[in-house]
């Protein structure tokens, strides 16, 4: 991306900084219609650990001028496709993984092989529009000095040294011609996709009471299907044989097309001493997990997400160490560009041997799964010695940041 692009994309995180959390009416004065666009929606209020994954509704028949409000109650983001773009093709070039422009997360080679950082790119807002506060972004889905792409940013902001998420609220005036149509993706899980097409003054726009009634049969689909899968994997006991040892099988997150479970399955397993434990990673469709031991120590230093630092030679091969910021305040270093939020050393880099030994030993599995990462290979513990009363806890890493409580529980009986 061009250091221009870049510069105006990080300098729009100033008015972000400063929303509110509460979500404001979209300002429609040039719209015909504003539609209301929700991205997810928690099975349970306020619960962060099961959601339905669809955006709602998946497909909009809008008019030239119409404004589209999205909005979240989970953590989501929007990025909207330049003409010609399938979100299938663009996602696999641009988004998921680490590194991709898109990415949620980038290597940060100045702290080390493993180290990441979070992509500015998409945390803060492409331009200076959208959010409450601020006129719509006006996007004809043809190129602009800013980037073909339009995109949301996260609502993931650091304010002193914290972050804080506010609510994605997002609005968007269509401006693309009829006949033509905008695929839109959610970068933070990027298998979320959605269609804008925009008719003509004869042809019939979405009808907003229709589009009701079929996302609430999809969502009360979802909500069957979530609560299935919850009470079946919550009582698996599945046993494998690996490398002559007994191992229990775990799952780091269950997943279907549509539903996310963002949880350990089951929560507490119970093994004899010597026997292992392998958690399946494959059941992920958006997610990535870290296993990591123990709870305490992975929950303490996920919470110092962000670390902010300041990089004034970015990531070039130099002797210049990173610096904190000198200000609590936006852009907290000298400029955006030298505006850093690093993750925690010990969320990407799996720790310890296959072999935990008592409550104090150390061991992570690494991120696994999908969305942040492609790497679905299972983890293999085994427990050599009997588990102290309250068993071997442990929990994962990013889900921490992002704020769901995702634990478990391994309890080793000595016969």
């Known amino acids: 991306m061009p250091v221009a692009s870049t510069t105006r994309r990080i300098v729009a995180a100033s008015a972000l900084v400063a929303l509110a959390a509460a979500a404001l009416p979209v300002s429609g004065a040039r719209a015909q219609t504003a539609y209301e666009v929700e991205v997810g929606r928690l099975i349970s209020e306020g619960d962060l650990s099961k959601e339905s994954m669809r955006f709602y509704p998946a497909e909009l028949r809008v008019r030239q001028g119409d404004v589209v409000r999205f909005t979240s109650t989970g953590f989501h983001g929007v990025a909207l496709l330049p003409l010609g773009e399938t979100a299938g093709e663009w996602t696999a070039e641009n988004a998921g993984g680490t590194g991709r422009p898109w990415s949620l997360f980038e290597p940060d080679p100045d702290e080390g092989s493993d180290a990441l950082k979070a992509n500015l790119g998409v945390v803060f807002p492409s331009r200076d529009c959208g959010w409450p506060t601020e006129a719509p972004c006006e996007f004809d889905a043809r190129p602009h000095e800013l980037g073909d792409v339009l995109g949301s940013g996260l609502a993931l902001v650091p304010e002193g040294d914290s972050a804080q998420v506010h609510r994605l609220d997002f609005s968007v005036t269509i401006n693309a011609d009829p006949g033509e149509a905008v695929e839109v993706v959610d970068p933070v899980n990027p298998a979320m996709t959605m269609r804008i097409s925009v008719v003509g003054e004869d042809e019939a726009p979405t009808d907003a009471a229709a589009a009701a009634e079929q996302s609430d049969n999809a969502f009360q689909q979802d909500v069957a299907a979530a609560n299935r899968l919850h009470r079946s994997y ?132 690494g991120l696994r799964g999908r969305g942040v990462v492609e790497d679905t290979r299972p983890y293999d513990l085994l427990f050599p010695n009997p588990s102290p009363k309250k068993g071997f806890p442990y929990a994962s890493m990013l889900h921490e940041i992002s704020g769901v409580r995702a634990t478990g529980k391994i309890v080793v009986r000595r016969k």
């Open 234 to 365: 919550s009582r698996k006991k599945v046993t494998r044989k690996i490398r002559g040892k007994t191992y229990r099988m775990a799952w780091a997150g269950v997943e279907t097309q549509t539903v996310s479970l963002r949880g350990m399955y089951p929560r507490t397993i119970a093994i004899k001493k010597g026997q292992g434990v392998r958690w399946s990673f494959a059941e992920n469709v958006f997610s990535a997990y870290t296993v990591t031991f123990p709870a305490r120590r992975a929950i303490a230093q996920a919470s110092s997400f962000p670390v902010i630092a300041c990089d004034p030679d970015g990531d070039a091969p130099s002797e210049v160490p990173d610096t904190q910021p000198g200000s609590n305040d936006a852009p907290y270093c000298e400029s955006y560009l030298e505006l850093e939020l690093e993750v925690p050393a010990g969320l990407a880099a799996r720790a310890g041997d296959a072999r935990l030994t008592s409550a104090r030993d150390a061991a992570s599995s």
